[in-house]
């Protein structure tokens, strides 16, 4: 499914065409998501988008009336479109601008969510809880040794827990224990804070590569102008289990953690 990076990637490819434009539509062709799209979505219409923000894997429109909530689940897109492009299948919803130009909401699957808020964001149920953004200056070693005190889990299950830290999924979960040089299974609160500074590093330094690189390209990812992204060429484990590890050449060890694929180096990585 998107991650954290792909979301971004289309936060910036949308945001030049939203911002500062007023809606005249919010069309609905299917509003049976993984919540059901509220009536009072049509809040939207008539109102000037103010900014389109990122906060973890949600996408916020922000208005003066209050924001629209998007996720995309894991199979849905955002594309900018003119306003009369014909729907095809899985185009669920259109948010029509009065500049003729309209964001087209896609999702095969229909596990995204198109919701609305007038309250601060704060007080969402879906973003109150949430950990920090890993790209701020809030996500720092501390922070993460603070978090992860006392805990007996996994590291990857707590780096990919968003109380914790938010967006560091499993793709990118995997490469940042990989170039740490930690194994996943390494059980959390062992973990001192020369190795979690590494962490954090590495954690901060694939996510904005992966941006600056377009995303991942997966099976139903493409950013908001169509083109599929280019990260996967850099993949050093993810996807790559049974293959040679690229630092020393032994075969990479592929698991399970909580449901996902994990995949490691045995030498590399050292519990």
């Known amino acids: 499914m998107p991650e954290l990076p792909e979301v971004e990637v289309t936060r910036q490819g949308i945001s030049p065409y939203l911002i500062e434009q007023t809606v005249s539509e919010l069309i609905v062709r299917n509003g049976s998501l993984r919540w059901p799209v509220p009536d009072v979505a049509q809040n939207i219409i008539g109102q000037r988008i103010n900014n389109v923000r990122r906060r973890a894997k949600y996408l916020l429109i922000d208005t003066d009336a209050g924001m629209t909530i998007v996720h995309l689940g894991m199979s849905g897109s955002l594309r900018i479109l003119p306003r009369n492009t014909p729907a095809e299948k899985h185009d669920h919803i259109d948010l029509v601008l009065e500049n003729g130009r309209m964001l087209r909401f896609n999702d095969p699957r229909r596990f995204g969510a198109w ?3 007038e309250l601060p964001e704060e007080a969402h149920p ?8 890993p790209l701020s200056r809030d996500f720092t070693p501390q922070q993460l ?3 992860l005190k006392g805990k007996k889990k996994a590291i990857k299950l707590c780096l990919m827990d968003n109380h ?9 979960a995997n490469e940042a224990l990989f170039a740490a040089g930690i194994h996943p299974q390494a059980e959390a609160g062992s973990i001192d804070i020369e190795r979690l500074t590494v962490l954090v590093s590495e954690v901060k330094q694939i996510l904005a590569h992966a941006i600056k690189q377009g995303g991942t390209t997966l099976k139903d990812f493409t950013n908001a102008d169509g083109k599929p992204g280019y990260f996967a060429q ?3 484990v993810y996807g790559r289990g049974g293959e040679t590890c690229t630092h020393c050449g ?7 953690l909580g449901q996902r694929t994990t995949v490691f180096c045995g030498i ?3 519990r």
């Open 234 to 236: 850099k993949l050093h």
């Open 126 to 133: 879906l973003l109150s809880k949430l950990g920090p953004e």
């Open 145 to 147: 040794q603070a978090a």
């Open 164 to 172: 914790i830290v938010v967006g560091a999924g499993n793709i990118y």
């Open 250 to 256: 032994n075969l990479l060890s592929e698991i399970k």
């Open 115 to 117: 919701l609305w808020y």
């Open 268 to 270: 590399c990585q050292q």
